[in-house]
Each structure stands twice: as structure tokens, then as C-alpha cells.
């Protein structure tokens, strides 16, 4: 079976940093590109990031560029988010999801919520 | 970026009903559009892809219909199990971008 488990949520403070991760197991990594999407309180769901399977080729959101970075470890089939200078405004329940190098959404993990908060 | 909406943003249905949940694009995308069902403190599902592909394990009382910037999604007969939120994804450019969502509850 497809999991992805992520774990590295919790409460931070404006301007802190965390570090998401997601380990994936049931398919083959390398051949899947990995997003990031969340979702805020009673919100809708907006994609946050986007990487290609051997790690080359990263697309952001323009309201996480320059603080997020998403990257992948394929020997150890997970994938992480760091983010830095963290807003309230990201406060969210963040998805690990994958897809066969389709902008389609197949997989997700049950998500984590990352809370910003003074 | 390709701005996304959908209607209605909620629907009250009897089970056996047909529900009809539309989504327009700010922009022509080639089919390119995803349809998703998220439960209450769930993960979402990927129901439809490219307009109309249904994914493996879908019941078929779902499809997915339209080209251009006008999509439907159509639950022929509302099932209890089918209560949660639906959101459509355009697929064609980054940013990737969903609709709002349409919440769907039995009447």
C-alpha cells in the first residue's frame, strides 16, 4: 500500500523555522514528484511547492519563495519543507502528496499542522 | 495565474439525487483539470483527472465533463458516503490553483 507519513509540525513563533518531513514507502520514489499543499484553519486548499523526482526541478508558491525550501533524500525515500521566517499567515495543516510527474494530486499523507503563533 | 471558481459554494441533496457542481477557469486549460473529494479531517481524494478520467476505485456514480474554461463534476445518484467538500485543480500552469470549493450535505 501508498503512505506517506509526515511528521515535524508543531508551534512556532513569527520568524521561527521548521522542518517538515515526509517519508513515502509503496511505490518507487524516484519516479514520483512530491508537493507540498495546505490548508488553512476552515480554509480552502492552495499548493505551496513542487519537485521533480531527482530533485532538479522546484516550483514555489509566490508567497513561500524565499523562505520555503523543498528538497529530497531518494535513499531514503522522504521529503522535506524547510521553512524559515514563518508568518501566522502560515498557519495551516500541511499535505505531502505525489503523483506520477502529473500535476495531479494522486497520493497525500493524513497531514500535520504547523501553527505560527506568538 | 490561472484564477479559479466553482458553484455552488454549497449544496443540501436528498440520497438518490443528481448533483451538479461547476467549475470555471480564469483561463483555457486543455482539460487539464482535477476534481478532488475531502472529507471532514481528512486528507483530499483524487476523484477525476484531465476532465474526465476516473481514478481507479471511483464509483462510476461520478464523471467529469467540459473542455476549455467550463467544467462539471456530477454525482448521478448522492450517496450518504458522498457528504464532504469538492474542490476542482487546474492542472495546465504553475501556480497550481484550486477552486474555493462546493460543500455537498444530505438534506
Known amino acids: 500500500d501508498v503512505q506517506l507519513v509526515e511528521s515535524g509540525g508543531g508551534l512556532v513563533q513569527p520568524g521561527g523555522s521548521l522542518r517538515l518531513s515526509c517519508v513515502v514507502s509503496?511505490?518507487?520514489?524516484?519516479?514520483?514528484?512530491v508537493f507540498w499543499v495546505r490548508q488553512a484553519p476552515g480554509q480552502g486548499l492552495v499548493w505551496v511547492s513542487r519537485?521533480?523526482?531527482?530533485?532538479?526541478?522546484?516550483n514555489y508558491a509566490d508567497s513561500v519563495r524565499d523562505r520555503f525550501t523543498v528538497s529530497r533524500d531518494n535513499a531514503k525515500n522522504t521529503v522535506f519543507l524547510q521553512m524559515n521566517s514563518l508568518r501566522v499567515e502560515d498557519t495551516a495543516v500541511y499535505y505531502c502528496t505525489s503523483s506520477l510527474r502529473s500535476y495531479y494530486f494522486d497520493y497525500w499523507g493524513q497531514g500535520i499542522q504547523v501553527t505560527v503563533s506568538s | 495565474d490561472v484564477q479559479m471558481t466553482q458553484s455552488p459554494s454549497s449544496v443540501s441533496a436528498s440520497v438518490g439525487d443528481r448533483v451538479t457542481i461547476t467549475c470555471r477557469a480564469s483561463r483555457g486549460l486543455n482539460r487539464q483539470l482535477g476534481w478532488y473529494q475531502q472529507k471532514p479531517g481528512k486528507a483530499p481524494k483524487l476523484l477525476i483527472s484531465?476532465?474526465?478520467t476516473l481514478q481507479t476505485g471511483v464509483p462510476s456514480r461520478f464523471s467529469g465533463s467540459g473542455s476549455g474554461t467550463d467544467f462539471t463534476l456530477t454525482i448521478s445518484s448522492l450517496q450518504p458516503e458522498d457528504i464532504g467538500t469538492y474542490y476542482c485543480?487546474?492542472?495546465?500552469?504553475?501556480?497550481?490553483?484550486f477552486g474555493p470549493g462546493t460543500k455537498v450535505e444530505i438534506k
Open positions: 519537485l521533480n523526482g531527482d530533485g532538479t526541478s522546484v
Open positions: 509503496g511505490f518507487t520514489f524516484s519516479d514520483y514528484w
Open positions: 484531465a476532465a474526465s
Open positions: 485543480q487546474q492542472g495546465i500552469s504553475f501556480p497550481l490553483t
